[in-house]
């Protein structure tokens, strides 16, 4: 067996180890299969053995790059039993990788109840960054993203949707959701239902596929488009909800929390702290302190 050592791609300095062995979090493609690193590629070749969501699914994945590095699944269902069993795999020097179906492992996949369990007990976990669905749809979403909240799947029944829609009546970040393709019809009609039909929402279906399709517009625009096009109905969903500008009696409480802080604080400063406080967009409160300033 090769030195574990020499084949840690990443580096935890910072991380008391106990042992040689790493895991590896590795991110793999969404769709198109050259967004593939050069490093996962090479973590993956070179690991001892590979976690993975779905086997038969990453073997796929794995034979397009003549990679035959054994697998073992790790998912929801058994993360936990398998803890104690990959600890003592790394105790051995062992290196492990660990992949989901697409992407970017435990952003809304199994994993963390491992990854947590690994970190508590001194193991080594290392990323290699790469696809993420979210991070590729508010790319190019054309709406804010200085902040934003994910909130993963909407509930699948109507009533308990629609609670759930109701969070963001007055949410001022962006609002990033993953949908299914039998519900997303179902899903756009709640948020016109329940935000109204002039919220203006992002649907990216698809993400670096070839059908790959963004709709933008109000929801009533973008739930025209599904209900008359059912190809737009087809495929994995990234849903984004713009986030509200909450204006009248909002505004001036916050002008009222500047002119206190203003008078203490530079504006910079003060802005930054009251659109903390406030949750508005951080330019937005710069301006309105600027203004007040003046």
Request: charged share 20%; proline share 4%; net charge neutral.
């Amino acid at each position: 067996m090769n030195d574990p050592i020499s084949k840690v791609s990443g580096s935890n300095s910072s991380q008391n180890t106990v042992d040689l062995g790493c895991l590896q979090v590795v991110a793999t493609p969404i769709g198109n299969l050259a967004d593939i690193s050069q490093r996962a590629l090479d973590v993956l070749r070179s690991a001892d053995l590979i976690l993975a969501e779905d086997t038969r699914h990453s073997k796929r994945l794995l034979a397009h790059f003549g990679i035959n590095t054994p697998l073992r699944s790790c998912h929801e269902h058994n993360e936990r039993e398998l803890t104690n069993w990959v600890q003592a795999q790394l105790t051995a020097g062992q290196q492990l990788a660990l992949i989901s179906d697409a992407g970017t492992p435990l952003i809304s996949d199994p994993g963390f109840v491992l990854v947590r369990a690994l970190r508590d007990s001194g193991h080594q976990v290392v990323t290699v960054p790469g696809p993420s669905s979210i991070i590729a749809a508010l790319s190019i979403a054309g709406l804010p993203t200085d902040r934003f909240v994910f909130d993963g799947f909407l509930p699948p029944k109507a009533q308990a949707r629609q609670t759930s829609l109701r969070a963001y009546l007055r949410e001022p970040r962006t609002a990033v959701l993953l949908e299914s393709s039998h519900r997303i019809v179902a899903a756009v009609r709640d948020i016109v239902a329940v935000l109204g039909d002039s919220r203006r929402i992002v649907l990216a279906r698809e993400l670096t596929k070839r059908f790959e399709t963004v709709l933008a517009g109000t929801a009533a625009e973008v739930l025209a488009t599904l209900e008359s096009d059912s190809d737009q109905t087809r495929g994995e969903f990234v849903l984004m909800l713009a986030g509200v500008v909450i204006k009248g009696e909002d505004d001036a409480q916050v002008s009222r929390m500047l002119d206190v802080m203003l008078a203490e604080l530079p504006v910079k400063q003060a802005a930054a702290l009251v659109a903390k406080l406030t949750g508005r967009r951080k330019n937005d409160v710069y301006q309105l302190a600027l203004s007040l300033k003046s």
